[in-house]
Nanobody, 120 residues
Framework: QVYLVESGGGLVQAGGSLRLSCAASGSIFSINAMGWYRQAPGKQRELVAA???????NYADSVKGRFTISRDNAKNTVYLQMNNLKPEDTAVYYCNANGWATMTRNFGSWGQGTQVTVSS
């Protein structure tokens, strides 16, 4: 079992910044992609940003230039630096990771979610 624990959410004014962290623990042989998704009330969960084990990244158009995803492979941790936050960024943010728990068993896990609220 692989567990993901997120931290760093909160309430911030528009234009402010927050940094989310997500640490993976448990039975981990290797982690492939890690990413952040978000879900606003009444909306579907959407990809915000993702990063491969080699450091390749991709972002939703709505956050390009404002958010930066990074990871520390030694710590099995992924970060999301969010700058110039807008009220429309308000959502529950979920961490996701997939990889291999052993050489023959893969995994895909979600964190419990962390609330980000941006006031106007």
């Amino acid at each position: 079992q692989v567990y993901l624990v997120e931290s760093g959410g909160g309430l911030v004014q528009a234009g402010g910044s927050l940094r989310l962290s997500c640490a993976a623990s448990g039975s981990i042989f290797s982690i492939n992609a890690m990413g952040w998704y978000r879900q606003a009330p009444g909306k579907q969960r959407e990809l915000v940003a993702a990063i491969s084990s080699g450091g390749s990244t991709n972002y939703a158009d709505s956050v390009k230039g404002r958010f930066t995803i990074s990871r520390d492979n030694a710590k099995n941790t992924v970060y999301l630096q969010m700058n110039n936050l807008k009220p429309e960024d308000t959502a529950v943010y979920y961490c996701n990771a997939n990889g291999w728990a052993t050489m023959t068993r893969n995994f895909g896990s979600w964190g419990q979610g962390t609330q980000v609220t941006v006031s106007s």
